[in-house]
């Protein structure tokens, strides 16, 4: 296995690889002292000269930072972090008087529900079978105040996270949020008013089942009662794991259509629920964001969802996560930068100790195979991408991190490490094209 990292020149190679052809871009290069703290960015070609002469080094790949090897000068401008918040993605923009020094549009994972739903249904399972197990907890432990749900706690981490990196690199002194309340009854129903909060959908019906066969005139949503089947039973249109009882989900089929749909014999045309996850994340979450940065040494301020739509406006921008951050940032004339980064969250490893709840083949892949990691960055014959599959037989799946595939069976000598692998895959893309 091969790495840029470990040649004596590798300042200047990865130099090359990673700043090729911008020189007609207005990209930065991100500085840190020699005591490790963020200064504001310098451009390639100073870097270039800061590597070649041996004040400085490479810190890391990407973002593409160098570190200085000896004290300097350390003055600081005034650098606005604009977050757009979100369930799903987070839109990040650093931002100074002048021009836009770092941009991000960042996809957060939405597998933790599953996950979760299916690490309790094995447990359970196991319980009742002569296999290993862990018994049962009794429920004598208080839930700490404050305490979120693991899907909802893992956004929140998330978006700390993902600052305090840009923090790392930049000498941010301040970070503007965007926060909004839903009234999610309200938006369901825009007249609801008074006692109508305490009077929901369901009131006055025994339970969920009765309530939407109800709400379908006891008449299968399928054939239209053309089966002359009698039973009725309520069908999920999303897995039960994920997208719960709620009323949105469940519609009424007869017994005939409903086997039909369990043998996949026929196929619903299930209009999607549009559900309120989001806007839940944003009242729950948001504050709580606000209050757990406090600690960091920069000032901390929140903004509106309506006001980062006007702005927007104001400047004939495109909806993005990218914009909207640039708004929230405070940006309005600034010079955009040439580039954004893109990451997408991953999944760090596997630990379930079974392929499934009734296999007994253990899941003990390797975590490494001919010294690489899935996940991990690499290069083949001049294109950069992610291994998302190995082979024993030495012989990887590699991709962009969109998925495309750049070769489904790339032979591992081929390859030359760039970036071990992380739960953040990040990539450059050079010349966005701004608003």
């Known amino acids: 296995m091969t790495s840029h990292y470990n040649s004596p020149d590798a300042a200047q190679v990865i130099m090359t690889a990673t700043l090729k052809g911008e020189q007609n871009l207005r990209v930065s290069v991100y500085v840190l002292n020699k005591r490790g703290e963020p200064l504001m960015p310098c451009s390639p070609r100073t870097a270039r000269l800061l590597l070649k002469s041996g004040d400085a080094k490479v810190f890391q790949r990407t973002p593409f930072t160098i570190k200085l090897q000896r004290a300097t000068g350390e003055a600081l401008q005034k650098v606005n972090l604009g977050v757009d918040s979100g369930y799903l993605n987070i839109g990040l923009s650093a931002t100074t008087d002048r021009r836009e020094l770092f941009a991000a549009d960042v996809n957060l994972r939405d597998d933790m529900v599953k996950l979760n739903s299916e690490r309790?249904?094995?447990?359970?399972?196991?319980?009742?079978?002569?296999?290993?197990?862990?018994?049962?907890?009794?429920?004598?432990?208080?839930?700490?105040?404050?305490?979120?749900?693991?899907?909802?706690?893992?956004?929140l981490d998330s978006h700390v996270k993902l600052i305090e990196r840009v923090h790392a690199i930049l000498p941010v002194s301040n970070v503007t949020i965007e926060v909004a309340a839903f009234d999610i009854q309200k938006i369901i129903d825009p007249a609801i008013s008074g006692i109508g909060y305490q009077n929901g959908e369901q009131k006055g019906f025994w339970n969920v089942r009765?309530?939407?066969?109800?709400?379908?005139?006891?008449r299968c949503t399928h054939c239209n009662g053309m089966s002359k089947d009698p039973i009725l039973e309520v069908h999920h249109k999303e897995s039960r794991q994920t997208?719960?009882?709620?009323?949105?989900?469940?519609?009424?089929?007869c017994k005939t259509c409903h086997?039909?749909?369990t043998t996949g014999d026929i196929k619903l045309k299930n209009k999607a629920s549009r559900g309120f996850k989001a806007e839940t994340f944003m009242t729950m979450v948001c504050w709580k964001l606000i209050e757990r940065l406090q600690t960091m040494k920069c000032m901390i301020g929140h903004t509106y969802g309506y006001l980062t739509k006007?702005?927007?406006?104001?400047?004939?921008?495109?909806?993005?996560?990218?914009?909207d951050a640039f708004v929230i940032s405070g940006g309005t004339i600034q010079e955009r930068s040439a580039d954004m980064f893109g990451m997408q969250q991953v999944r760090k490893c596997n630990r379930k100790l079974f392929k499934g709840d009734h296999s007994h083949i253990r899941n003990t892949a390797p975590r490494e195979l001919f010294g690489y990691r899935r996940y991990d960055k690499v290069d083949f014959n001049g294109a950069a991408g992610f291994i998302f599959g190995r082979r024993s037989s030495g012989y990887f799946d590699i991709r962009s991190l969109d998925g495309t595939k750049i070769h489904?069976?790339?032979?591992?000598?081929?390859?030359?490490?760039?970036?071990?692998?992380?739960?953040?895959?990040?990539?450059?893309?050079?010349?966005?094209?701004?608003?």
């Open 120 to 155: 309790r249904t094995y447990r359970r399972s196991r319980r009742h079978r002569k296999i290993w197990h862990r018994e049962p907890r009794f429920l004598n432990r208080r839930k700490p105040s404050g305490w979120f749900a693991p899907s909802i706690q893992h956004k």
């Open 210 to 218: 009765e309530y939407v066969l109800y709400r379908d005139g006891h």
């Open 243 to 253: 997208g719960g009882d709620r009323p949105e989900n469940l519609r009424t089929l």
């Open 259 to 261: 086997a039909k749909v």
């Open 310 to 323: 006007l702005g927007r406006k104001q400047l004939n921008m495109p909806k993005s996560h990218i914009n």
């Open 408 to 435: 489904a069976s790339a032979k591992h000598t081929d390859l030359v490490l760039l970036e071990r692998a992380s739960s953040l895959l990040i990539v450059r893309r050079i010349a966005r094209i701004a608003a």
